[in-house]
């Protein structure tokens, strides 16, 4: 079982970055597994790639959704002092 370092809708960044995310959701990827001397059909599980997928307005106000390496992210410690600079990026108007 996979441990995740953030949940959805958890406010990120990169390391060493100042662009404020939002986390969508974690990448998840299908794989086929063969057992060593087993005449039955493979079987396919589900496992986490890595990659968190994650949501931002830029600058030209643009919402970009992209993916990142899981361990290239860290938390977004001044998310309280950028709240209303980023408003949730799940309503519609």
């Not at 086929?32 to 599980?45: D, F, Q, Y």
């Not at 919402?63 to 519609?92: C, G, K």
Request: glycine share 4%.
């Amino acid at each position: 079982m996979d441990t995740f370092k953030f949940m959805k809708d958890d406010w990120v960044k990169e390391k060493g970055g100042d662009q404020l995310m939002q986390v969508d959701e974690y990448q998840i990827v299908e794989i086929v597994a063969n057992h060593p001397g087993s005449a039955s059909l493979p079987a396919t599980r589900r496992v986490f790639s890595g990659k968190v997928w994650c949501t931002w307005v830029n600058k030209n106000k643009a919402v970009i959704t992209q993916p990142f390496w899981e361990d290239d992210l860290e938390p977004a410690t001044d998310r309280q002092n950028d709240q209303h600079a980023y408003p949730s990026l799940n309503h519609t108007h």
